[in-house]
């Protein structure tokens, strides 16, 4: 009988695994999970919310990219009984695996931002962070004549780390050539300590900032939004003061986390993520499970980069233990980040586990190039549409 692999989550992660596993192999059984109608290239997102792109060039049917000869269960996944090799549906089904790879991605935590979910859409709130308001953004960047403009940046692991402020740096110029630059502030709000974890491309984008005279601020995370009277409350995350800041544009990133039914799930480590070796991709506890993406417990910056490097790996160490060997393929943590800096430009950060550059090109892919805007914006949504969904991940 065909060995029986379930993929739950039809998103980046699921739909290259699965064509990558239905490409290499016949002799397995393949099944995904996945409830929604559509799938999303979510990069795009931000050029949508810079007015380069129309949103429905970022989604396509889910129907269209399952890949050939992969079962698609139609389905919320609800829980896990790892004991009996079965996960549980929504609609009280059943299914039971050999072998399971969960990739539910991220959730948004909207309701953990007193007033956010409410205000979005409406008195200059948006956010590129949701394929229903990402077009609010661009509607509140091209009509704004003065005040500030504030985009934040949350106390929690966030998918892409540098979308909050890929956006910032499009409004900024945006801004400039409508002339209105003098009399609006740009402010980058984070709970963090630094705009960038990686040094090689911090300082590049703390020149950006310098140069274009974008204000900063740090260890704010912002806990309360008031809509009607523009105005956004931060947390000091050292000393829990409250901070109340006007604003005329607020485009916010809002606190995510694992998805609940992987957070209350016997696959979840303490923080809630799917808990796999960070190296092979194996869950720490059982044997036939892999995870992969933003669900994952992996400790690298959660990107759709970093999945494609990750699944040939997962495949690979799969069919190991398979074949009851040890999996052998380590996933360095690669991830990368194309950091739009402006309608033409880019600094494409690519870096693994220890923060290490990890580049492609033989350039100093630090310094800001429109060939690497223009790889953002044509070269790698033509692979991810027209190569990676199809599970070729070189
Ligand atoms: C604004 C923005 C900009 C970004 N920019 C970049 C970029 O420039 N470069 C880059 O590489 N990445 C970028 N990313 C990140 C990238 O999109 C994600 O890292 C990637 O999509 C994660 O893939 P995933 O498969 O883990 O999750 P997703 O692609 O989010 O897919 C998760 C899937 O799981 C399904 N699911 C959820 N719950 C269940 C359940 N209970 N049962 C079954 N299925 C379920 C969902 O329906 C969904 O289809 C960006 C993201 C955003 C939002």
Redesign the pocket.
């Known amino acids: 009988m065909k060995k029986h692999i379930v993929i ?7 739909i290259t695994t699965a064509a990558l596993l239905a490409r290499k192999f016949s002799q397995f059984e393949i099944t995904l ?4 109608q559509l ?1 999303f290239y ?2 795009l ?2 050029l949508v919310g810079g007015g380069i792109f129309p949103k429905e060039k970022s989604q396509k049917p889910m129907k269209e990219v399952i890949p050939a000869g992969v079962h698609w269960e139609q389905e ?2 609800t829980k896990f009984s790892p004991e009996q090799n079965t996960v549980h549906l929504a609609n009280k089904k059943s299914l039971e695996y050999d072998y399971l790879i969960v ?3 991220i959730q948004i935590d909207w309701d953990k931002v007193e007033g956010l979910r409410e205000s979005l859409g409406k008195n200059g709130v948006c956010s ?2 949701d394929y229903q308001y990402v077009s609010s953004t661009f509607e509140f960047i091209s009509n704004l004549k003065k005040g500030n403009a504030l985009f934040t940046y949350p106390n929690t692991p966030i ?2 780390g540098g ?1 909050p402020q890929k956006i910032m740096y499009l409004a900024e110029e945006y801004f400039q050539k409508a002339k209105v630059r003098d009399s609006v502030q740009v402010e980058f709000v984070t709970a963090g300590e630094r705009v960038f974890g990686v040094q090689k491309y911090r300082e590049a984008l703390e020149k950006v900032i310098k140069e274009r005279n974008i204000r900063t601020s740090f260890k704010l995370n912002l806990v309360k939004v008031d809509g009607p009277n523009q105005l956004a409350f931060f947390k000091n995350i050292e000393t829990n003061e409250i901070i109340e800041r006007e604003f005329s544009l607020l485009h916010a990133v809002p606190p995510m986390s694992a ?1 609940e ?1 992987i957070k209350t799930s016997p696959l979840a480590n303490s923080d809630g993520w799917v808990d796999v070796d960070k190296f092979t991709l194996q869950h720490n506890k059982f044997n036939n499970i892999f995870s992969l ?3 994952s417990s992996l400790p690298t910056s ?4 970093a ?1 494609r490097k990750q699944v040939p790996i997962l495949v690979h160490n799969l069919f190991e233990v398979i074949n009851q060997r040890e999996p052998n393929q380590h996933y360095n943590g690669y991830t ?3 950091l739009v800096t402006g309608y033409h430009k880019a600094i494409m950060a690519e870096f693994d586990y220890d923060g290490n550059p990890d580049e492609t090109f033989p350039f100093d892919q630090s310094k800001e190039r429109l060939s690497m805007f223009l790889a953002k914006k044509y070269g790698i949504p033509f692979m991810y549409w027209n190569a990676m969904l199809k599970g070729y991940t070189g």
């Open positions: 739950v989550g039809a998103g980046t992660a699921g999970i996945d409830p929604a799938h979510q990069p997102w931000t919320y996944v990739c539910p991605g590129n962070y998918k892409c979308a998805p039914f993406g933003d669900a959660k990107t759709g980069a999945i990368s980040c194309p």
